[in-house]
């Protein structure tokens, strides 16, 4: 297990994982299927969590789009 002291790559590398879940929920968000099923009205969430394989968490990174929100989150 990882000390309180994570050395400045891991940081960084953590940094780097998280940057890209909250992409690919972007990127998620722009597919046709979830553009499709906003249009119809249907009631989707997609969310951004993380695994950390060291230490066995799952953190919410707060990067939940719905599409009443899907606009405000594009900018």
């Not at 000390?3 to 890209?20: F, T, W």
């Not at 690919?24 to 119809?40: D, F, G, L, R, Y």
């Not at 707060?62 to 989150?73: E, F, H, L, P, Q």
Request: charged share 25%; with cysteine; proline share 1%.
């Amino acid at each position: 297990m990882l000390s309180v002291s994570m050395p400045k790559n891991l940081k960084k590398l953590d940094l780097l994982c998280e940057l890209n879940v909250r992409e690919q929920v972007t990127n998620i968000c722009n597919t046709t299927m979830v553009q499709n099923a906003w249009k119809q009205g249907r009631e989707l969430f997609v969310h951004g969590w993380i695994y950390n394989i060291e230490n066995g968490i799952l953190k919410d990174l707060d990067a939940c789009i719905t599409s009443g929100n899907v606009d405000r989150k594009k900018t």
